[in-house]
C-alpha cells in the first residue's frame, strides 16, 4: 500500500463509519468452518475483526470480539486428507459428531479448531468462542428456530427475490439431525410444535420421528448467519467475498434480519482473498494452504498481522514465503524504512517486543554463518556493531530465520562457509587470484560490511575488474559456490583473520 504519512489507516477509517452508522457498543463477529486445518487465507478474517475491535476499543467504545466455530455444520466430502475407508460413512454427520482423524482430539472440529485457536493466542487475537453444535444443544439458538419455521413462507420468498431461484415446496430453514443414522443433511421437516419446542420430519434412511429444536437439528446457513446476529447483538462483521455477491448469503441476511427477526444486520466488511505466490487464491479443496500454524513457524506474529493490515480489506494480499517474506519482515523491523505503515504497525503489535533493528536479511546470513551457534551469532552482530540490548527479540528472529531457511529459502540465500579450500577454487583466474589477496591483505578487524563493500569495489577499480568476477571469486573461496549473500555484509560476519588466510591459500593454488 502507498501510505503517506498523512493518510489515515482503513481500520481508523471504517470504525469512523461504524460508530457514525451502529453508535458506540459493538460485537464483533467472526466464524469459520473447522472442516480442514484452517489456513492463512482464513486468517485475514480474525486479524481485520481484530484489527477494528482494537481501534474501537482504543476509541473508548464499548466492544466485544467473538469467534464462533461452525462445529454442527456436516462433513460435506471424503477431503483428500481424510481416509476415505474411515470417514466415507461420515459425509452429512454434523463435524462435532464424528471422530478426529488423528486420535487426540475430542472430536472432528476439535481436531482443526486446536491448532487454530493456539494459534489466535500467539497473534494477540483473544475472542470468545463459541462451538456452534453447545450453542444449538444449549437451547441457544431455540427461539431463533422458532420464529424461522414460523415465518418459513417469508423466508422462501426472500431467498426467491434476493437470489432468483426458488426453493422446493417442502423447504425448510430447520435441517433436523437423524437420531437414526446421525446425518443433519437427509432428512425433510413434516411440522412443528412452537409449544412442545419440537419438529416432526422423515429421513433418506427411513427413520421418522420427532427432535427438539435444542440440538436435534440446526438452521440452514442462510438463516443461521442473520440468527446468531439476533442472539449476540453483532453489530459489525467481517467476511469473504463469496458471502457478499449479489444475492449472496449476506443480502438475504440483511433482509432476513430485518423482516423476520427485526434487528439491523451488522455492518459489512467484505474481503478480498489471501493468494499464494504462484498456486492462486488459497483454500482447502485446492489444497494450496499454508496452516497458520506452519507459517507462525517462520514468521514472527506481528509480522504475519502486518502483512494483513497494512493492505485494506478490499484489496487481495499475495502471499510469498520466499524472498518476498524476508523483505517483509525487514520493512517491519528496519524502524527507519521509508515505505512502513507506522498505524498498521501499532495495530500489529503484540508482545511488546520492539522491531530489533537487525535487517532480516542479514540475519539469515549471520545464523548461517554462525552455523546457528547463538553465542556465535551475537558475537558477529557485536563485531557487525549492532546493539544487543534487545536480546530476546534477537534470539526469537534467529529462531525464525534458521526455520525460514530449512522451509522456505531460495537457494541462492542459503550457504555453508566451507572448512576447507572449496575444489571450485581450483578454476579460479590469475585475475581473480590476485584480486582475493589484495582483499584478504586490507581486511582489518571491526570493519563494517559498508566498510567491507567499499573496500571491494574500489579493489575493482583499481584492477579494473568486473564486479561480477570479483563476487564469484569470493564466493568460491569460501562458500564452493558462484553465488552467495551480499559481499561486504557477508564478510564481515567472519573472522577477518580467517578470510585473510583463505583468501592467501586461494591466490597459491597452482603454484602462483
Ligand atoms: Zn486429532
Ligand atoms: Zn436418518
Redesign the pocket.
Known amino acids: 500500500m502507498t501510505t503517506t504519512s498523512k493518510a489515515r489507516h482503513w481500520a481508523d477509517l471504517l470504525a469512523d463509519d461504524i460508530i457514525d452508522q451502529r453508535g458506540r457498543c459493538h460485537v464483533v463477529n467472526t466464524g469459520i468452518t473447522p472442516s480442514g486445518e484452517i489456513h492463512i487465507g482464513n486468517m485475514r478474517e480474525v486479524v481485520t475483526a481484530d484489527a477494528i475491535h482494537r481501534v474501537l476499543t482504543e476509541r473508548g467504545d464499548e466492544s466485544r470480539l467473538l469467534y464462533i466455530a461452525d462445529t454442527y455444520d456436516p462433513l460435506r466430502h471424503v477431503y483428500p486428507f481424510l481416509d476415505p475407508q474411515r470417514y466415507r460413512d461420515k459425509v452429512g454427520k454434523p463435524l462435532s459428531e464424528i471422530p ?6 475430542s472430536s472432528y472440529s476439535e ?1 482443526f479448531l486446536e491448532p487454530f485457536l493456539r494459534s489466535l493466542e500467539q497473534l494477540g487475537i483473544r475472542p470468545t468462542v463459541h462451538r456452534a453444535d453447545q450453542l444449538y444443544k444449549a437451547g441457544v439458538y431455540s427461539d431463533t428456530i422458532l420464529i424461522a419455521l414460523q415465518q418459513r413462507d417469508r423466508i422462501r420468498t426472500i431467498l426467491k427475490e434476493e437470489t432468483g431461484r426458488d426453493t422446493p415446496a417442502d423447504w425448510s430453514p430447520f435441517n433436523p439431525l437423524c437420531p437414526a443414522c446421525g446425518r443433519i443433511t437427509q432428512a425433510r421437516v413434516l411440522g412443528f410444535s412452537a409449544e412442545a419446542q419440537t419438529v416432526e420430519y422423515v429421513c433418506g434412511c427411513g427413520e421418522r420421528g420427532t427432535v427438539s429444536v435444542a440440538g436435534g437439528g440446526k438452521l440452514t446457513w442462510r438463516v443461521d448467519w442473520p440468527a446468531r446476529w439476533k442472539i449476540f447483538g453483532v453489530t459489525v462483521e467481517p467476511f469473504g467475498k463469496d458471502h457478499a455477491s449479489k444475492g449472496g448469503s449476506y443480502d438475504t441476511g440483511v433482509r432476513i434480519a430485518r423482516e423476520v427477526y427485526g434487528i439491523e444486520p451488522p455492518y459489512p466488511i467484505p474481503y478480498e482473498w489471501l493468494s499464494l505466490a504462484g498456486k492462486g487464491d488459497m483454500s482447502s479443496s485446492k489444497g494450496n494452504v499454508l496452516s497458520i500454524h506452519a507459517m507462525l513457524e517462520v514468521v514472527p506474529p506481528e509480522v504475519l498481522r502486518y502483512l494483513i493490515l497494512r493492505v485494506p480489506p478490499q484489496r487481495s494480499v499475495r502471499m510469498d514465503p520466499g524472498l518476498p517474506l524476508l523483505q517483509l519482515i525487514d520493512e517491519y523491523d528496519d524502524v527507519e524504512a521509508k515505505n512502513r505503515d507506522s498505524r498498521a504497525l501499532e495495530l500489529s503489535a503484540i508482545s511488546g517486543i520492539p522491531p530489533v533493528g537487525v535487517p532480516y536479511r542479514h540475519m539469515v546470513t549471520v545464523v548461517q554463518a554462525a552455523q546457528g551457534d547463538s553465542e556465535k551469532w551475537m558475537e558477529i552482530l557485536r563485531r557487525n556493531g549492532y546493539r544487543l540490548d534487545n536480546i530476546e527479540g534477537l534470539c526469537q528472529r534467529a529462531a525464525y530465520a534458521q526455520r525460514w531457511l530449512e522451509t522456505f529459502a531460495p537457494e541462492e540465500l542459503r550457504f555453508q562457509v566451507q572448512d576447507q579450500l572449496p575444489p571450485a577454487a581450483r578454476e579460479l583466474t590469475l585475475e581473480q587470484k590476485q584480486a582475493l589477496r589484495l582483499l584478504g591483505e586490507r581486511l582489518r578487524p571491526g570493519m563494517t560490511g559498508e566498510q567491507i563493500h567499499q573496500l571491494i569495489y574500489a579493489l575493482k577499480d583499481e584492477l579494473g575488474t568486473k564486479p561480477d568476477v570479483l563476487f564469484k571469486a569470493i564466493y568460491s573461496a569460501l562458500l564452493g559456490k558462484t553465488q552467495g549473500p551480499r559481499a561486504g555484509w557477508f564478510l564481515s560476519t567472519l573472522d577477518p583473520a580467517f578470510v585473510t588466510q583463505r583468501f592467501a591459500e586461494a591466490a597459491a593454488i597452482g603454484g602462483e
Open positions: 478426529c482423524p488423528c486420535g487426540q482430539h481436531h
